[in-house]
């Protein structure tokens, strides 16, 4: 093999390192590959261990004593040692991709070089053992030393094997922090509409790979390399949407980037970000003065992100979490105690402190000159808010001194009048908690059944009258 290196070692855990020892001893060739020799080489530790070997699947599982066949007739099979499992994959040659993501049919080979050659990028084409050393072909460690990801070969080949690999080039940017080298770049924007063929939950995944990473703001090179055009043309209208206001002087697009990178890696949080703002392109209006508004925009945004989660394929909780945060991310709750108790309780009380990290991040995104007055309001917010939980205040239902039994008791009838009476009761505890005394709830839920008793008599007279009328009518 050419361009072993010696010189390099890379600590494998033990069942792995059993494996290929015990494939050694029978004679066939193995080694790690792929992602757990790059992050090793990069200091970072592997999630999987995945190891390539020259013997067939059927002499992989004659090898050890416990194995599962979970991707046999692509080469791969499963090996229990030591308590782990261990992905062996047979040395192969992929065939042609008539649909542009999976190989029509795959040949197995002894050559490591011609199974490292069908890989997607020089830093996951690498392979190491204990006895050989690094196997680097394709300059793998330079890339990794330069903050390269380039193609294996030729790019348009690559990419024209499997579609995703251009997402996935922009993802592996964002992970590491590299850049991609100038021919993959070019390939990516020629080959970027074959994106189409790719199904939405591969696409979902990458996205959300990218949206976690250490660099969210790489969704600007996908932007640029023609990727979002066809897996979220949303991203585009936004980038295009030019701002002019006290609050924005960069595009609709160029905030949402900044406002991923000002809020923590949490997949829902960066979704939100995101899209929160994707309603502002159609509701774009200019004052006489050459001023941008986006009055209203929250709830088309938040029609939008519905609309692109439900594409991608994303599941119901998460559609409804981002949904009801960006619908509700231009809320500026008043700095009262009643106020902010009556954000909680619109936002819910599992989603207001996301919705705290929020409104942060959308501030972290706008003009630097209004960031500071903007922030000293967040900070009021959460004091109150800390307060409200201290306090224990109560902000739902359940934290009433009274029940829907305790009005039965007390001679209210079931129905639309005792829910009616119940969130009556709790939207006056909320403008004062002190309020929340059995005794006192009973009283006041006296006096409202009464008053709403009275309200629909008057409400079922009014509905006589008019109907007699249309009879008289006729």
């Known amino acids: 093999m050419n361009n072993d290196r010696k010189d390099i070692r890379i600590s494998i855990p033990a069942p792995a390192a059993k494996v290929i020892v015990r494939l050694h001893e029978l004679g066939y060739e193995a080694c790690i590959v792929g992602g757990c020799v790059r992050d090793s080489l990069l200091g970072l530790t592997p999630e999987d261990w995945d190891i390539t070997t020259s013997a067939t699947p059927e002499q992989v599982r004659e090898a050890f004593s416990r194995t599962f066949d979970t991707g046999a007739a692509h080469g791969t099979v499963t090996v229990r040692m030591d308590g782990e499992s261990l992905e062996v994959t047979t040395y192969r040659i992929d065939g042609a991709y008539g649909d542009h993501r999976h190989p029509d049919e795959v040949h197995f080979t002894s050559s490591l070089e011609e199974d490292l050659k069908r890989r997607d990028f020089t830093i996951n084409a690498m392979a190491y053992n204990d006895r050989d050393g690094l196997i680097d072909l394709f300059h793998g460690v330079e890339d990794l030393s330069g903050g390269i990801v380039r193609c294996v070969g030729n790019a348009d080949e690559r990419f024209t094997e499997d579609a995703l690999r251009i997402f996935r080039a922009v993802r592996f940017c964002a992970k590491l922090g590299f850049s991609m080298a100038p021919e993959t770049k070019d390939a990516a924007k020629r080959l970027s509409p074959s994106l189409s063929l790719v199904s939405a939950e591969r696409i ?7 949206l976690v990473s250490p660099h969210p703001e790489l969704i600007r090179l996908a932007w640029e390399c023609g990727i979002t055009k066809v897996v979220l043309p949303e991203f585009d209208a ?13 595009t609709v697009g160029e905030h949402t980037i900044r406002t991923l990178c ?8 960066r979704l939100v970000m ?28 938040a029609r939008i992100a519905e609309e692109v989660c439900e594409r991608l394929k994303f599941d119901k909780t998460t559609i ?3 949904v009801h945060l960006i619908r509700n991310h231009s809320l500026y709750p008043e700095l009262t105690q009643e106020g902010v108790r009556r954000a909680v309780v619109r936002l819910g009380e599992d989603l207001f402190p996301l919705f705290l990290q929020v409104k942060r991040a959308d501030i972290g995104g706008q003009n630097p000159e209004v960031q500071e007055k903007k922030f000293r309001y967040m900070d009021e917010v959460e004091h109150i808010y800390e307060g409200i939980l201290a306090r224990g205040d109560c902000l739902n239902l359940k934290n009433l001194k009274i029940t829907g039994n ?8 079931r129905g639309i009048l005792l829910g009616r009476i119940l969130n009556e009761l709790l939207d006056e505890v909320l403008s004062d908690p002190s309020l929340n005394r059995r005794e006192a709830l009973l009283e006041r839920a006296g006096a409202l059944a009464g008053d709403f008793e009275e309200e629909e008599k008057q409400l079922k007279q009014k509905e006589k009258e008019q109907l007699t009328k249309g009879i008289a009518a006729c």
């Open 406 to 413: 305790d009005l039965i008791s007390a001679g209210i009838p």
């Open 262 to 269: 000002a809020c923590p890696p949490e997949r829902i949080l």
């Open 238 to 250: 936004m980038m295009d949407a030019v701002q002019n206001n006290a609050h924005h002087k960069v």
């Open 204 to 210: 979902r995944m990458e996205l959300e790979k990218l």
């Open 274 to 301: 995101l899209l929160h703002d994707s309603g502002k392109p159609a509701c774009q209006t200019i004052d006489e003065k050459g001023i941008f508004h986006y009055h209203g925009h929250a709830e088309p945004g």
């Open 320 to 322: 409804r979490t981002v």
